[in-house]
């Protein structure tokens, strides 16, 4: 008698496993949580590809020419000083001594322009520029009695304007200095104590000038790329830099006063006074205070030429939602099943799962090739007709097939306009789940969840 029930027993366990709901949801939710690993593995590869381009733009940059900076220029005077020592007979000596006074301009004024272009290298792009930048301004009389120096002190004859730009690679020819009526070509600075890394320097003799102060102004033609800055050193800094860039961002301690965008290219205007500068107007001894790292970050500011869109960022954006389409594609289905009273393979769910995170890696190959937006509408089109034909094939039913294409469609145009509003997102995003929630619970109402 046992063994006359036995294989009863075993066809009802096997039908309940293919019957029960509850059995079905524990499926689709451990095939989600396995859908979990390949879309990790694309996330993966969407960081390698992004990495790759941020290499190409830096092998780009190394051989055209990097960001660029300027800073300066700054005036050293050295000076002579006595100080007390013990010789070898220990006997105390008078030393002379040289040492550095250390000058900001009164005014400084920088006018850019500059001519942005792309360079290409297989599908990968890079911003690159060549620039001309005037600068002029002048110094003032320095207080030597604030710095307890004697006007015997400085050596005049043997000073030195010192300013630097990041890459010297970029410049285009050698600048000549027009100083206290004086033109100096300029050349890399050899100093023990240099004012800047990578710095250039111009040596002028202010023996006639002394203390009455002198102007100054040179230009620096230069290329670069994706980043121009400025470094924050007058008493008064005036820049001026205008583009042909569409879309350029500022960035750096301090954003323009003015700005001016459109189809031609761009305009902005700095003006800074020294209140809030982090270096003194004059000093001595201290051979490293312009080279210090937290008072550079303090002092620069800007424009990036980057272009205006990433669609490596958008696609690991979009990436991030990957669960959510398949939970709610997955749902959507398994309402369909259970309403329509037409049963759907396990096996046939993980086929839709795999179409719908290949999705993801023809999004990043498209986008590569043709920008995001084109590259969005192909992939998902591609997609929604694969699934929307593979389940019109599977229930029998073209209704219910467009139905769900229609379900795909509103699902991937949400992300779509979640990723162009990023603002918003969270807001928007809130509200849809919301409202999907509320259609979740409505028609799960009609499921038996004690069936069998």
Known sequence: ????????????????????????????????????????????????????????????????????????????????RFIKAIDSDKKEITKEITENLYLLPEHLKMDAAVKADQLHRGMFDAVVYNSQVKVSGNFARPDLAALSLTADQPLWDKARLEFSISDLKGLKNNPVINAAGQHVSAEPTFMAHPVFNNGLQANINLGTVKEAGFAFDFTLDLKGSQELHFMHLGKTTDVSVKGNWRTPSFDGRYLPDERRMDTAGFKAHWRMLYYNRPYPQQWVVDNNLLTDESKLANASFGLKLRLPVDQYQKVTRTSKYAILIVLLTFVSLFLTEVIRKQRIHPFNYALIGAALVIYYTLLLSFSEQMGYNLAYIIASAATIGLVSVFIASLLKNKAAAGLFAVILSVIYLFIFVIIQLEDLALMIGSIALFIIVALLMYFSRKINWDKH
């Open 1 to 80: 008698m046992i063994n006359e029930q036995q294989p009863s027993a075993i066809r009802g366990f096997m039908n309940w496993l293919q019957e029960s709901v509850t059995v079905k949801l524990v499926f689709i939710g451990f095939l989600i949580l396995v859908l979990l690993i390949p879309s990790a593995l694309i996330n993966d590869l969407i960081f390698e590809r992004s990495a790759r381009q941020s290499a190409v733009v830096k092998e780009i940059a190394d051989s055209w020419s990097g960001d660029q900076t300027i800073k300066g220029p700054v005036l050293v005077v050295p000076y002579k």
